[in-house]
């Protein structure tokens, strides 16, 4: 069993940044990876960025490619999300995710346990 807890969320002006933060408990954190994924009102959710077991490998999506970077620490069991250049597009709820079979994934992974989710909100 794997249990995740975002923290972080909230308002923050257009071109600004936000970091968000899940904290991971349960099964070996560093065997496994990590993602973020988001849905915004009325959409489908979707793929946002992932990392690898030893945070070396990571991919993103291209809305937020070059933006955003995830990362984590495994001493902390906690995995990151730094927003910069915030846009409005960016509203949304944000979800982690683990793939606790893999030690890395993919967008399209087998991601296994959630957590409840953070709202992040950018005003223009």
């Known amino acids: 069993q794997v249990q995740l807890a975002e923290s972080g969320g909230g308002l923050v002006q257009a071109g600004g940044s936000l970091r968000l933060s899940c904290a991971a408990s349960?099964?070996?954190?560093?065997?496994?990876?990590m993602a973020w994924f988001r849905q915004a009102p009325g959409k489908t959710r979707e793929f946002v960025a992932t990392?690898?077991?030893?945070?070396?490998?990571?991919s993103y999506a291209d809305s937020v490619k070059g933006r955003f970077t995830i990362s984590r620490d495994n001493a902390k069991n906690t995995v990151y999300l730094q927003m910069n250049i915030a846009l409005p597009e960016d509203t949304a709820v944000y979800y982690c995710?683990?793939?606790?079979?893999?030690?890395?994934?993919?967008?399209?992974?087998?991601?296994?346990?959630w957590g409840q989710g953070t709202q992040v909100t950018v005003s223009s």
């Open positions: 995710a683990a793939d606790s079979k893999h030690g890395s994934s993919w967008s399209g992974g087998q991601f296994d346990y």
């Open positions: 990392v690898n077991a030893d945070g070396v490998r990571t």
């Open positions: 349960g099964r070996s954190f560093s065997l496994y990876a």
